[in-house]
């Protein structure tokens, strides 16, 4: 799967791109995506717009319902947020920033977690390809 990087901070983003590339290497999908790096500002202000929440968060994933497009969708994600999640869930900044990227990833597929079942659904596969990347849960 072809990824395509944005980076819309002034942080480097050398490291989380190879990341972001060994964890998606694996899926075979001959679409494309667009993750875009973003600050909590911006996050938020996506989140009022599109959503009508006025208030930040971690990922945002806006499918593309064109299929014909060569893009499955664009994800959001806000670096500040990442950092803030990493250390209160007491794991590693790579495994969020590749959490956060894979759960915006399968919705962009379909996945939801409105319900108990689509919810167990969903953390089996972010799961199943977040090992592939060795970023497990600890």
């Known amino acids: 799967m072809k990824i395509n990087l944005h980076n819309q901070t ?3 983003i050398k490291e989380m791109k190879k990341l972001l590339k060994k964890v998606f290497r ?12 973003v600050s909590q500002e911006e996050i938020r202000e996506l989140n009022k717009q599109f959503r009508n929440i006025d208030k930040s968060t971690d990922v945002l994933s806006f499918p593309n319902d064109d ?12 670096i500040e947020q990442a950092r803030l999640q990493a ?14 990227a894979v759960h915006g990833y399968l919705h962009l ?3 939801d977690h409105q319900t108990k079942s689509e919810e167990e659904f969903m953390v089996l596969a972010q799961e199943k390809i977040l090992k592939k990347a060795k970023l497990e849960r600890k």
Do not use: A, W
């Open 10 to 12: 002034s942080e480097d």
């Open 67 to 78: 299929e014909f497009d060569s893009s499955i969708g664009d994800i959001f994600i806000s």
């Open 26 to 37: 694996p899926i075979k999908n001959k679409k494309n995506m667009q993750i875009v790096f």
């Open 109 to 111: 597929l379909g996945f």
């Open 87 to 100: 250390s209160d869930y007491g794991h590693s900044f790579e495994r969020e920033i590749g959490f956060l």
